[in-house]
Nanobody, 117 residues
């Protein structure tokens, strides 16, 4: 499985960005996908996750609930993260993650999100 993120950039506080993750390879094996982020000097944290098949159940970090929305386009092998009302402390590298049924974990290269105050 290969993952490629896009959509990062510079945005002012209160602004919005939409991240995209394109999956290729053995995408049939993917069960869940998610977005993680790593801010400078901090550990990587889960932002949001989604199941790929079925109803696409989602989960979010408490800090982003109500502002971020994760979604997936199963036919296009893509996952998205709509981020609204962004805060400066959310400046980080955002990573796409996929977990297969065999519990293999894959990561994208990351995309930088910078929120200016």
């Amino acid at each position: 499985v290969q993952l490629v993120e896009s959509g990062g950039g510079l945005v002012q506080a209160g602004g919005s960005l939409r991240l995209s993750c394109a999956a290729s390879g053995s995408t049939f094996s993917i069960n869940t996908m998610g977005w993680y982020r790593r801010a400078p000097g901090k550990q990587r944290e889960l932002v949001a996750g989604i199941t790929i098949r079925g109803g696409g159940s989602t989960n979010y970090a408490d800090s982003v609930k109500g502002r971020f929305t994760i979604s997936r386009d199963y036919a296009k092998n893509r996952m998205y993260l709509q981020m609204n009302s962004l805060k400066p402390e959310e400046t980080a590298v955002y990573y796409c993650n996929a977990v297969t049924g065999a519990l293999e974990r894959y990561w994208g290269q990351g995309t930088q999100v910078t929120v200016s105050s």
